[in-house]
């Protein structure tokens, strides 16, 4: 939540601030600001509620000058509403110092009483206000040392925070520190700049490297210098991003939604690219870490939304092929209730992110706990990857729309890989599982394209015709019913609309009475071929509701024509293995859930009450 950018160079600093922040909106988008200072050491700072095109109309009519040190911000509000004021920057020291802030102050109550008892005025709502008091306080005791004031300051805060700030006093430099918030230092030449990812500062330099937990980092164009919260030098970990700028433009698409669904073929094969050697699965990255696998009982994946239904199906894959028994939890519920883990539970996170603040809590607790933790990440350098033993990275490029789809396929595949990594290596997995998956995996990519190629436009026109619906509900059994959830999900989550997803089987208990003449359902039908009894099941389920009047729309196998007269519609996916349906069922979903958000005239990039990445709890 809340993207930060920070620079300092040779260059105009308006511009690059807000073409970082146009590449950070997904992180927020309720308002926006940016605060530059010149090299006389003259502050200006314009900032707007609404989408950064507000902001961007503010500069125009107002431009800000030639100050070639500055940090901007686009926000998502956690406290005060999204209003001018509230908008970050925040000013303090005689509107000398400017402030920006990611994360939740939770203190900020008794601190704000504390500053207002000193004689501080504040202007706005915000936590991040008090913070700039904070610093302005400490700035002045510390005889104008700017880290100095941040090493006095992080000490009074709890809860999660990244604080970027730059005063008048000092053209040319920015600090900033964080906790349990995310921010990236990017290496140029003569020019540095912070970010609260790679995204914000990758069309100027792909050298990037990691801060740490609990550190302060100071730049200027030529030095940037790390400190831990107690003064000790840190050597930040570098690290180069392996995308380029153009990888997070839409590249002539109406949204980036559609790009990464047009992406989500290349996402899972650049997931297994290099991972197969000799028919083998193979994962550089878990070289000489076998005994995070031999030594455990149990395995519990942590995750939300989206990256939480990735999991469910990920369940299906490591009991099978690693026979392991598996649970997957919400990573916030995870934390509060007191759970049972230890050194023989391998604890694997999954996470877009790889900054959602549940999840990230959630392992560290894990890891206190003494399990031994594994990321499925799709961010380099961010923060969850980094609190973990191993990782495996999906590589399904930037995703910036808030809905995930091409990291979302993504994920199920790195869980399939590593499934069948760990049964590898736990001798569970039978030789014909093993050739079999490897050439599940490597078909697809083809796969899904054919789906995209053949099915894409249909779906649109049916959710072009379903525009007006009020409430659709998902189905779906074994593999298919995380598949079920996740369309339900994504159909909520950017055309607004009610949609539940269910266990076919569970619909006897209680769902069916939702049944009514009319009622779009939508069916994910298992392979006849896979299973007989369950496709038998299903086709009885879809009876069921039939008769109450449900309007079946299927999406089954090419062939299945046992499903055809009992569907209204029929969506048509590759035929693949049991296991692997799954990666191609959510296709159409994703593709409807697009379609109908579109149909309705929404911005699918940037649904209402939402942002990208949830760093905070
Ligand atoms: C839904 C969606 C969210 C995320 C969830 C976890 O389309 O994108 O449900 O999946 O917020 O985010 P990450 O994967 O970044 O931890």
């Not at 519990?300 to 099978?320: D, M, N, P, Q």
Request: contains cysteine.
């Amino acid at each position: 939540m809340c993207g930060i950018v920070g620079y300092v160079g040779p260059r105009a600093s308006q511009d690059i601030l807000v073409s970082g922040l146009a590449r950070l909106e997904y992180r927020g988008y309720d308002s926006a600001g940016i605060a530059v200072i010149d090299e006389s050491g003259s502050l200006g700072m314009r900032k707007r509620a609404g989408k950064l095109s507000a902001l961007r109309e503010a500069l125009a009519a107002e431009p800000i000058g030639a100050g070639t040190t500055g940090i901007g911000h686009t926000r998502w509000a956690t406290h005060g509403g999204p209003t001018d004021e509230n908008a970050h920057p925040h000013l303090a020291d005689d509107d000398r110092l400017a402030v920006i802030h990611n994360g939740i102050i939770e203190n900020f109550a008794d601190l704000r009483r504390e500053l207002a008892a000193d004689g501080v005025t504040f202007r706005s709502e915000t936590d991040t206000e008090v913070a700039a008091a904070l610093l302005a306080r400490a700035y002045r005791a510390n005889g104008g040392d700017l880290v100095g004031a941040f090493r006095a300051v992080v000490h009074r805060l709890d809860g999660a925070f990244t604080l970027l700030a730059t005063h008048e006093d000092h053209p040319g430099l920015v600090v900033g520190a964080r906790r349990n918030s995310p921010l990236v230092i990017g290496l140029g030449e003569g020019e540095n700049f912070l970010g609260s990812d790679v995204a914000a500062f990758v069309e100027h330099t792909r050298h990037a490297l990691a801060i740490g937990q609990d550190e302060i980092v100071a730049i200027t164009p030529d030095a940037v210098s790390v400190i831990d919260f107690d003064g000790n030098p840190v050597e930040p970990a570098p690290f180069e991003v392996s995308w380029d700028a153009s990888a997070a433009d839409k590249g002539g698409w109406s949204s980036f939604m559609a790009k990464e669904v047009s992406e989500e073929p290349e996402a899972v094969a650049n997931t297994v690219r290099g991972r197969i050697r000799d028919g083998r699965i193979v994962i550089p990255e878990l070289d000489g870490l076998d005994e995070l696998f031999t030594g455990i009982e149990r395995v519990v994946i942590l995750a939300c939304g989206t990256a939480y239904y990735s999991g469910l199906v990920g369940k299906y894959a490591i009991e099978r092929w690693a026979r392991i028994p598996v649970d997957v939890e919400l990573a916030h519920e995870f934390r509060y209730r007191d759970p049972i883990v230890g050194a023989s539970t391998l604890v694997v996170s999954i996470s877009q992110s790889g900054e959602t603040m549940d999840t990230l809590m959630a392992v560290k607790e894990a890891a206190r706990l003494g399990a031994k933790t594994l990321s499925i990440c799709n961010t380099q350098g961010a923060t969850i990857p980094r609190e973990s033993d191993a990782i495996v990275y999906t590589h399904a490029g930037p995703e910036v729309a808030v809905a995930s789809t091409k990291a979302f396929v993504a994920q199920i595949t790195a869980l399939y890989l590593l499934a069948l990594h760990v049964g590898r290596v736990r001798e569970a997995l039978s030789t014909d599982d093993a050739a079999e998956a490897v050439v599940q995996l490597e078909e697809l990519p083809e796969k899904i394209q054919w789906i995209l190629d053949n099915e894409q436009e249909r779906i649109e026109q049916l959710a072009h015709w379903m525009a007006d619906t009020r409430s659709v509900l998902f189905l779906g059994r074994h593999v298919g019913f995380p598949i079920a959830l996740e369309g339900a999900l994504k159909l909520k989550e950017i055309s607004y609309i009610h949609a539940e997803g269910f266990a076919a089987g569970e619909l006897k208990h209680g769902p069916i009475a939702l049944i009514e003449p009319g009622q779009p359902v939508f069916v994910v039908v298992p392979s006849p071929r896979g299973n007989a009894t369950m496709h038998a099941k299903v086709i009885s389920n879809i009876e069921e509701i039939r008769a109450r009047g449900a309007r079946i729309i299927a999406i089954a196998e090419q062939g299945d024509t046992a499903v055809l007269p009992s569907a209204d519609e029929m969506l048509r996916i590759p035929l693949a293995s049991p296991l692997f349906e799954p990666i191609l069922a959510v296709v159409p979903l994703h593709i409807f859930a697009m379609g109908l958000a579109t149909a309705k005239g929404l911005d699918v990039d940037q649904p209402r009450n939402l942002a990208k990445s949830v760093t905070v709890e």
